[in-house]
């Protein structure tokens, strides 16, 4: 199981404060130092702890398999891209296992993935994209978030409308039957939008991976086969 954190957790880390070192800074850097995902993610080679949550929305719906076509957005540094690589034994020289991949910061390669430094709001992009999958894509995945400012209403608006920008773009390249994962972050105004998604898609899930640090207000829309 991705949640068997046995042998990850390590002795509670203190961090020294800093005069360069922002209360906040201080704050993440202690979390990061003491979250057992981040030990796991390292020791296992994986490049971010979000590749667990990958992996447990997997281990729920069972949506990855080979011969299929992947749209990753907001890639980097690339442990949503690793983890579907894996399920979907993608290789440089496959045809039909194909993952593309976009973000504004660069990502090392990782086998059958196309990556494109691009930003995803840009004019051309969507075309881009669009060109590199050569056909229609079997899931569109976005692990996207804003800057977070610390305002649970602002950083909620601000994900949603990255999670409503690729919804309208999942809609164009998903085949029939495709899914679309995404983030949210929980505050009241994600209603409207579930029910645009609810009209495009079969089955509609909300689901929070246990890898999700559980004061974080994240859940995943899964939204599966679509019309």
């Known amino acids: 199981m991705t949640n068997n954190l046995s042998g990850y957790r390590n002795k509670f880390?203190?961090?020294?404060t800093s005069k360069k070192r922002t209360?906040?800074?201080?704050?993440?850097?202690?979390?990061?130092?003491?979250d057992p995902y981040v030990a796991k993610a390292r020791i296992e080679g994986f490049r971010s702890?979000?590749?667990?949550?990958?992996?447990?929305?997997?281990?729920?719906?069972?949506?990855?398999?080979?011969?299929?076509?992947?749209?990753?957005?907001?890639?980097?540094?690339?442990?949503?891209?690793?983890?579907?690589?894996?399920?979907?034994?993608a290789s440089d020289n496959s045809l039909n296992n194909k993952i593309i991949s976009i973000d504004l910061l660069e990502i090392e390669p990782i086998a059958g993935v196309e990556f494109f430094q691009k930003d995803f709001f840009e004019e051309n992009t969507e075309e881009l994209i669009i060109q590199a999958?050569?056909?229609?894509?079997?899931?569109?995945?976005?692990?996207?978030?804003?800057?977070?400012i610390g305002h649970k209403a602002t950083d909620h608006?601000?994900?949603?409308?990255?999670?409503?920008?690729?919804?309208?773009?999942?809609?164009?390249?998903?085949?029939?039957?495709?899914?679309?994962?995404?983030?949210?972050?929980?505050?009241?105004?994600?209603?409207?939008?579930?029910?645009?998604?609810?009209?495009?898609?079969?089955?509609?899930?909300?689901?929070?991976?246990?890898?999700?640090r559980s004061e974080s207000t994240e859940i995943y829309l899964v939204a599966l086969n679509k019309k």
Request: proline share 3%; glycine share 6%; net charge positive.
């Open 133 to 148: 999958l050569d056909g229609k894509a079997d899931i569109v995945m976005s692990d996207m978030a804003s800057n977070t």
């Open 157 to 212: 608006i601000r994900t949603l409308l990255l999670c409503e920008q690729a919804f309208e773009f999942a809609l164009k390249v998903l085949k029939p039957s495709g899914h679309f994962i995404a983030k949210i972050f929980r505050g009241g105004a994600e209603n409207e939008l579930l029910n645009k998604v609810k009209r495009e898609f079969r089955t509609v899930k909300h689901f929070k991976p246990s890898s999700s």
């Open 13 to 16: 880390v203190r961090v020294k």
């Open 49 to 89: 702890r979000a590749a667990y949550k990958l992996l447990e929305i997997h281990e729920k719906f069972k949506l990855f398999h080979p011969n299929m076509k992947i749209v990753d957005l907001g890639a980097a540094p690339g442990g949503w891209s690793q983890v579907a690589s894996k399920l979907i034994k």
């Open 23 to 34: 209360v906040s800074s201080s704050n993440w850097l202690r979390r990061q130092l003491n």
